[in-house]
Antibody
Framework: EVQLVQSEAEVKKPEESLKISCEVS????????IGWVRQMPGKGLEWMGI????????RYSPSFQGQVTISVDKSISTAYLQWNSLKASDTAMYYC????????????WGQGTLVTVSS | DIQMTQSPSSLSASVGDRVTITCQAS??????LNWYQQKPGKAPKLLIY???NLETGVSSRFSGSGSGTDFSFTISSLQPEDFATYYC?????????FGPGTRLEIK
């Protein structure tokens, strides 16, 4: 069974750093892209970036380039989304999702990680 | 970037109704258009991929059509569990954008 299990909710202060995770199981981690999607409170879905664990090829949305870092650890089948300096406007739900290689959709999603940034 | 618009932004309907949502791309995306359903507090769920292909396990009351810039998504007979928000999404060589969503509410 394909599963993407995300790390627990986080409460952080502005300017703090954060790394959230997405651990996958039930398929070959290195053979599918993993994307990250933001959903701000009461708002729609925004694609942030995507990584191919096989070779760490990473693409970012222009809106998020330089704001976050996406990485993987193949040894533990886990993808990460990282901030060096959080802002209040980073408060949102963050989802990871699997994208099959050569196909243009997200077929499996994590349960989401709620990040709250408040002083 | 390719921009996506959806219409309507919200919709009230009754169980048993047939409803259609449209999605328009700012440039030709061939058939690279997907539809997702999101219920409150839950992750999105893929319903339709490549404009008209039903994802495995998804009810056949959901359907999609279109190509180029104009797409539509139809629920043939609304069921209580269909009240949710629906998003279209395109993927142009890893420049991925979602539509703003259509909130489907019970009348």
């Amino acid at each position: 069974e394909v599963q993407l299990v995300q790390s627990e909710a986080e409460v952080k202060k502005p300017e703090e750093s954060l790394k959230i995770s997405c651990e996958v199981s039930g398929y070959i981690f290195t053979a599918f892209w993993i994307g990250w999607v933001r959903q701000m409170p009461g708002k729609g879905l925004e694609w942030m970036g995507i990584v191919y664990p096989g070779d760490s090829d990473t693409r970012y949305s222009p809106s998020f380039q330089g704001q976050v870092t996406i990485s993987v650890d193949k040894s533990i089948s886990t993808a990460y989304l990282q901030w060096n300096s959080l802002k209040a406007s980073d408060t949102a739900m963050y989802y990871c999702a699997r994208r099959p290689e050569g196909l243009n959709y997200f077929d499996y999603w994590g349960q989401g990680t709620l990040v709250t940034v408040s002083s | 970037d390719i921009q996506m618009t959806q219409s309507p932004s919200s919709l009230s309907a009754s169980v048993g109704d047939r409803v259609t949502i449209t999605c328009q791309a700012s440039q030709d995306i061939r058939k690279s258009l997907n539809w997702y359903q999101q219920k409150p507090g839950k992750a999105p769920k893929l319903l339709i991929y490549a404009a008209s292909n039903l994802e495995t396990g998804v009810s056949s009351r959901f359907s999609g059509s279109g190509s180029g810039t104009d797409f539509s998504f139809t629920i043939s007979s609304l069921q209580p569990e269909d009240f949710a928000t629906y998003y279209c999404q395109q993927d142009d060589n890893f420049l991925i954008t979602f539509g703003p969503g259509t909130r489907l509410e019970i009348k």
